[in-house]
């Protein structure tokens, strides 16, 4: 009798803890599916990923619906990742923007040191500019026979939000952007006055320009007053 008692008490407790694996394996959180990248795979609900990505796995980031950090430091393809990022505000971020000068910086820079841009490198930094966020100032260093007042302007159109330094010469006088006037009276222009006006769109501070005497006409003394 005892013996019949005690296996059914095996029994029942066997029963109930199959039962209780049973719900546990019912209850349990279906595991996440994963998204492949040329890096590794990676589980959708991830938060954070750091990892080299291609231009083509962009779109994949989207899958990742928890993802609060994306560290892609070492991709090439860092407008395709602006363009992300500016996308989804809600991700931190980061990423490497390479520069004319051989260097690469981060998306979180706030200024570069560009004096010793050429002209043939302009363009590229107007690309990677664009693609820096927090930039608010860059440094054009002074007039070199390969980087002139085109170049500025290109530039400061391009950003007129950014601080730009940069010390030109205009027809042998020293002008920085930060001038508030430029004194050229007297001075023979005999470009028509083009560098000039290169330089006036440089200049969003600029007050008083003074060509008194400097050998043009009036119709392109009209030309400069209209771009002043």
């Known amino acids: 009798m005892h013996k019949k008692l005690f296996i059914t008490i095996m029994i029942s407790a066997l029963v109930s803890a199959l039962c209780l694996i049973g719900c546990k394996q019912m209850t349990a959180e279906p595991v996440a599916p994963k998204e492949s990248f040329s890096a590794g795979t990676v589980s959708q609900d991830t938060k954070s990923v750091t990892m080299v990505i291609t231009a083509d796995e962009i779109g994949k980031l989207d899958q ?7 560290d892609l430091r070492g991709s090439e393809c860092y407008e395709e990742i602006y363009a992300w990022a500016q996308a989804h505000p ?13 260097n690469t910086v981060t998306n979180d820079i706030s200024a570069l040191n560009m004096t010793t841009l050429t002209h043939d490198g302009v ?4 690309r ?5 966020p927090q930039l608010t100032a860059i440094d054009l260093g002074s007039d070199r026979v390969d980087f002139g007042w085109e170049d500025v302007a290109a530039l400061v159109e391009a950003f ?5 330094s940069y010390t030109g010469e205009l027809y042998g006088q020293t002008v920085r952007l930060s ?6 009276k007297y001075i023979p222009v005999r470009d028509g006055g083009a560098q000039v006006r290169l330089a006036l769109r440089c200049m969003p501070g600029l007050k008083t320009l003074d060509m008194d005497s400097c050998g043009l006409g009036n119709e392109e003394m009209a030309a400069i007053r209209d771009e002043f």
């Open 179 to 184: 001038d508030s006037s430029i004194d050229l």
């Open 123 to 126: 363009e590229q930094l107007i």
């Open 160 to 164: 007129p939000e950014l601080d730009f």
């Open 64 to 70: 990742l619906q928890g993802l609060l950090m994306a």
């Open 128 to 132: 990677a500019a664009s693609c820096l």
């Open 90 to 102: 809600e991700v931190s971020v980061r990423y490497d923007v390479p520069l004319p000068n051989g």
